[in-house]
């Protein structure tokens, strides 16, 4: 059975997402590049035997990537197996994707049960939202910068609270976190 997993990359000490063209996001274009931080970084696309998106993102990455060579994450992107989520894209031309228009929780199911390893889980914004909103999600890795917005988009949009057990954390040299999340599973039962 596969496990998805979400990746935030700009995420604030205060749990809003950095979104293209705000001061957050700005900011984070301005953190020094740090070869750890890149690597963490990319550990999920590596280990990811399939990539998922929302219209949107898929469209900005399936515009890009086809033409980049010799990135590591291009490589990996361009040869993956991708799935997009969508009701209105009409084709998908990238290579090996393809476009699952069904209910998203079933969606989701199927990819889980088709085989072992990882989902890599991208955005858009609202995409990754519905994973967590629906419970889809199995970890969590979140790039957290030194950053206090105040307002703005948070990633948690949830009815019921949830336990998570922390697998890792990390100070990048650049003052940037890796935190990684995974689903608490039942203890077991120590009562005889």
Same mark, same amino acid.
């Given at each position: ?18 979104e ?23 550990d ?7 990539? @998922? ?5 898929? %469209?900005?990455? /399936? ?6 060579? $010799?990135?590591?994450? !291009? ?6 197996r ?6 209105t894209?009409?084709?998908a ?5 393809? @476009?699952?228009?069904?209910d998203?929780? %079933?969606?989701? /199911? ?6 072992? $390893?990882e989902?890599? !889980?991208y ?15 199995d ?11 105040g307002s ?5 949009d949830?009815?019921?609270?949830r ?21 608490r ?8």
């Open positions: 059975m596969r496990t998805l997993v979400v990746g935030v990359g700009d995420y604030s000490l205060d749990g809003v997402i950095g293209a063209g705000s001061p957050f996001f700005d900011f984070c274009r301005t953190v020094p590049d740090d070869p750890e931080h890149a690597a963490w970084t990319a999920v696309q590596q280990r990811a035997d399939v990539h @998922i998106f929302g219209r949107v993102t898929y %469209e900005g990455f /399936a515009s890009w990537f086809p033409n980049v060579t $010799g990135d590591p994450t !291009a490589d990996i992107l361009n040869k993956g991708k799935v997009v989520f969508s009701r894209l009409e084709r031309d990238w290579d090996n994707t393809t @476009i699952a228009r069904g998203l929780v %079933e969606e989701v /199911a199927k990819l889980k049960a088709d085989g072992d $390893g989902i890599a !889980a955005g858009g914004i609202s995409f990754v939202r519905s994973l967590v909103r629906h419970d889809l999600v970890e969590y890795r979140l790039t957290v910068y030194p950053y206090l917005v703005g988009t948070t990633l948690f949830i009815a019921q609270p336990a998570l057990d922390l697998v890792s954390s990390v100070a990048f040299a650049n003052g940037v976190v890796g935190l990684t999340y995974r689903r599973t039942a203890a077991p039962d120590t009562q005889s």
